[in-house]
């Protein structure tokens, strides 16, 4: 059975960071494409970072490239999101998905990927 489980997500301040963690179970990361997403109240769930473990690819949505960074831990099966520089806007349920490849083309569509934990709640405070 696949699991995905989010961690580390929580309330702070504009300016402040957060590391967020997706521990997999039942699933390999490696080589194997990681997607971060995100949902506000009231709005779409919107791609925010990919890393196709195979090669290395990442990908950021415009809204957070260079300050959030998606990396991974193969030998913990775990890939983490961390986010500095956290806005307001950034406020959302965020979940970590799986799915088996990705590209530039295919990572911010949330349909394309197989497997979803139940999220983290980040909440930034101006």
């Known amino acids: 059975q696949v699991q995905l489980v989010e961690s580390g997500g929580g309330s702070v301040q504009a300016g402040g960071s957060l590391r967020l963690s997706c521990a997999a179970s039942?699933?390999?990361?490696?080589?194997?494409?990681m997607g971060w997403f995100r949902q506000a109240p009231g709005k779409e769930r919107e791609g925010v970072a990919a890393l196709y473990t195979r090669g290395g690819s990442t990908y950021y949505a415009d809204s957070v490239k260079g300050r959030f960074t998606i990396s991974q831990d193969s030998a913990k099966n775990t890939v983490y999101l961390q986010m500095n520089s956290l806005k307001p806007e950034d406020t959302a349920m965020y979940y970590c998905a799986a799915v088996g490849a990705c590209s530039g083309a295919s990572w911010q569509v949330s349909y394309f990927y197989n497997y979803w934990g139940q999220g983290t709640q980040v909440t930034v405070s101006s």
């Open positions: 039942g699933y390999t990361i490696r080589n194997n494409c």
